[in-house]
């Protein structure tokens, strides 16, 4: 799994390993070659001190280890930018489940468990930089460790290979097998040691239990500490003194919910742990001393090459002790990227299709519900039920009902967000399951009672990409009774929205928001033309005049117009009436109003308050 975490972080954050190798290989080489020709210096001037000689590696040690801290300067530099915040977090890690988000099934962007799974990546991510995000640290680290031990022991080896002269006595002992097997034990034992304790103690907060404590207390402080700084709450919060409730929560989780038993594992049996492992490096280097110090005495090597050993074998423990701490933060790490990878790995259920839809230039498109059923996932409940009309081209069609009536659902049908479980939908006579995706998503333009703009340009919400038609979005504006507004607009389309980057931009009101939305709507200029409780956010009157021009806005496309306030419906040619999650009538406003069914019963309840 780190190995495929490891390809997919080369693929959206390119150039980030290759700089932390390079980076790393640098950092861990420079300290060897100032340790090399210093030792070469100090027994230049503890022995013959030739100047010629000292000069030579005077020039020598400044050019090597200057070249060489350049190199790692520049290249540390470029790591640094290929691993900030917003080169990592936005362009890479984000990216690769927005990818996922984007190319998944509807139904799993609206299920429970997918959610709570994605939930569950982000706060490890959030909260220890667990998953994913562990990936180039661990490599940086690991690359680290790896050059380290090579140059060490590249540096070390003399230590063996000199000899005690025979004129040293009992100090010969010191190339004894016993003394070089207890040597390496002095080395070994606590360079394995100092991680394994380190490892055990940071799997203490590293249990599926803890991690659970870690996520809910990250998610909680993510929610509550910012509560008091979102505009949409802000009436609430002052209104009603909800800060009370956030600050007791925001207690609860620090003392007891949250992270308290992480400064409690810190503060006993975890911080003990940590102590010893800390300790073990400074047994290693005491003996390190005594045993270079001792052979140095015995005449085995000068003075200048005690400070190469002394410091190479030291390096030679720290640097294996961070390869075999990566070692142990691979496993530990390896649940979580499992979690990751259960989420990248959900596959797509819905089927895509491959035929292309016709480009019609006469918009001759016809759509039928041939005896559909339906319903959501993980209930019994059927939300449509043997539900079968077919649509005339051009028509401007009105779906009314009580909630839960089933008119959402079938609007999500329609767009193929949802497959029904049985019967099938037509277009042009073809089940569109046979339809490629996408090609068949683009016959329509919706507006959604929950739509959103972005913080950007008011063209770009418009178009829905960054180079557009202006004329269009002009002409599309002004069809959704947003003209007035965009010519007081002193930037027009180029008005950012809302001010989240800039105190420059313009905070639309709900219906301005639901205008440009309408707008977007029509600049798509697809067959279909699908519309939500389009007027939701509207003052009466600017939701009569959308129903002025609502059929020269409509065009030739056939439109779809979902909405509770049923004096939009006598603008439509046809009413479906949905009720016990069927259709129960169909017809023009005077028809059904004379019939006095569901249609009568929903129109005298709400004209009662206009009467």
């Known amino acids: 799994m780190s190995l495929r975490a490891v390809r997919l972080v080369r693929k959206y954050c390119p150039g980030l390993l290759l700089s932390q190798t390079l980076a790393s290989v640098f950092e ?20 013959l001190r030739r100047a010629d000689v000292l000069w030579r590696l005077v020039i020598l040690t400044v050019a090597v280890t200057g070249a060489l801290t350049l190199a790692g300067y520049l290249l540390a530099r470029w ?15 984000a990216r690769i489940f927005e990818d996922k988000q984007l190319e998944m099934d509807y139904e799993d962007i609206e299920s429970r468990e997918v959610r709570d799974l994605y939930s569950q990546v982000r706060e490890n991510m ?3 930089g667990h998953g994913i995000t562990a990936v180039p640290r661990m490599v940086q680290e690991g690359v680290r460790g790896i050059v380290g031990v090579a140059g060490a022991v590249a540096l070390v080896a003399g230590l063996f290979l000199s000899r005690v002269p025979a004129s040293a006595g009992a100090l010969t002992a010191l190339d004894s097998p016993l003394a070089l097997l207890a040597l390496a034990a002095a080395l070994v034992i606590p ?27 990250n998610r909680a402080f993510m929610y509550f500490g910012f509560v008091p700084m979102e505009s949409n709450r802000a009436l609430d919060v002052r209104l009603y003194r909800q800060c009370r409730i956030v600050n007791k929560y925001s207690d609860y989780v620090e003392k007891y919910a949250g992270f308290a038993s992480f400064n409690k594992l810190a503060k006993g049996k975890q911080g003990v742990l940590f102590a010893v492992s800390a300790c073990m490096p400074v047994l290693l280097t005491g003996a390190v001393y005594v045993y270079v110090c001792l052979k140095a005495w015995a005449g085995a090597f000068g003075v200048g090459m005690v400070t190469q050993y002394v410091s190479a074998v030291t390096a030679l423990a720290t640097s294996a002790m961070l390869v075999l701490r990566q070692a142990a933060e691979i496993r530990t790490n390896a649940p979580f990227l499992k979690l990751a990878f259960d989420y990248l790995d959900r596959e797509r259920r819905m089927y895509r299709g491959s035929l292309t839809t016709e480009k019609r230039s006469d918009r001759q498109y016809e759509v039928e519900f041939r ?41 999500k049908l329609l767009c193929r967000l949802y497959d029904p479980q049985e019967g099938e939908i037509l277009l042009n006579g073809i089940d569109i399951r046979k339809y490629d995706y996408d090609d068949y998503m683009a016959v329509f333009s919706m507006v959604f009672q929950d739509f959103t703009l972005l913080s950007r340009p008011l063209g770009e919400n418009v178009a829905g990409g960054l180079r557009y038609d ?8 002004e069809d959704s009774g947003f003209g007035e507004r965009l010519a007081e607009l002193p930037q027009g389309l180029d008005t950012m929205l809302y001010r989240d980057f800039g105190e420059e931009g313009v905070e639309p009101s709900g219906g301005e928001a639901q205008k440009i939305a309408i707008a977007r709507a029509l600049y798509k200029d697809a067959p279909f033309l699908v519309l939500d409780e389009p007027t939701a956010a509207l003052d009466p009157i600017a939701e009569a005049e959308i129903y002025r021009q609502f059929d020269s806005i409509s065009g030739d496309r056939t439109a779809i117009y979902i909405s509770h306030r049923l004096s939009s419906c006598r603008f439509c040619d ?7 999650s069927g259709i ?17 019963e929903l129109w005298n309840a709400q004209a009662q308050y206009y009467e």
């Open 28 to 47: 861990a080489v420079t300290p060897y070659a100032a340790v090399f020709f210093s030792a070469r210096i100090i027994d230049e001037l503890a022995g």
């Open 470 to 477: 202006r004329a269009r979005v002009i002409k599309s504006l």
């Open 584 to 600: 129960a009538e169909r017809g023009t406003h005077d028809v059904l109003l004379a019939r006095g069914g569901k249609y009568a």
């Open 371 to 411: 005896d559909v059923s339906f319903r959501y996932p993980n209930t019994e409940r059927w939300a449509l039920r043997h539900v079968s009309v077919k649509f005339r081209v051009g028509t401007r069609l009105a779906i009314v009902g009580e909630n839960g009536s089933g008119k959402s659902t079938f609007v």
């Open 79 to 93: 790591r640094d930018t290929k691993s900030g915040w917003a080169e990592v977090f936005y362009k890479g890690y």
């Open 191 to 217: 360079t394995a040691l100092s991680p394994l304790i380190e490892g055990a103690a940071g799997r203490m907060t590293q249990t599926a239990a803890m991690a659970e404590n870690a996520r809910f207390g």
């Open 574 to 580: 046809e009413i479906l009436v949905f009720d016990d």
């Open 126 to 128: 959030n909260w220890g």
